[in-house]
């Protein structure tokens, strides 16, 4: 990886995290939106049933999002076995999709652009290192406040 493609993915990743930032807030609106709706009394019952099934739909998508971001963290995870046995090949190659993946939370996208960091050191390529590791500051200052 280069430094170029460094920038490039850290460039990625923080629109990533602003679109998922956004679809958060969407999903969790429209969950309580809908159950409130469904829960008061100015409603029909079929407008009732109607608010209530999108409502467990949005949670069922909120659900699905929340287990793609644990396969995303097995797969960095995966990665770093990689790295400590010296398939830094495999390991870049499975960092990246992980990185790349849309996923709603934050932290398994630093932890595998964190991994890349350390491929990229131990390939020497410390230009590469240092940029990534500084793109996985800035994007996980957000990280500890959410």
Not at 23 to 47: D, F, H, M, N, R
Not at 53 to 65: E, P, Q, R
Not at 106 to 130: F, P, S
Request: net charge positive.
């Amino acid at each position: 990886m280069t430094q170029i493609e460094a920038a490039k993915l850290i460039r990625t990743l923080r629109r990533q995290i602003l679109f998922a930032s956004v679809w958060k807030v969407g999903i969790l609106a429209l969950i309580v939106v809908a159950s409130v709706g469904a829960a008061s009394t100015g409603t029909t019952p079929e407008q009732s049933k109607m608010l209530w099934a999108l409502s467990v739909a949005s949670a069922g998508v909120w659900i699905l999002f929340v287990i793609l971001g644990l396969r995303q963290t097995r797969e960095a995870n995966q990665a770093a076995v990689y790295i400590a046995t010296g398939r830094l090949d495999l390991a870049e190659q499975q960092l990246r999709t992980a990185a790349l993946a849309f996923n709603l939370h934050r932290r398994a996208k630093l932890l595998a652009c964190h991994n890349l960091a350390v491929v990229a050191h131990g390939r020497k390529e410390y230009e590469t290192a240092a940029a990534l590791s500084a793109g996985v500051i800035e994007l996980g200052r957000g990280a500890l406040r959410s």
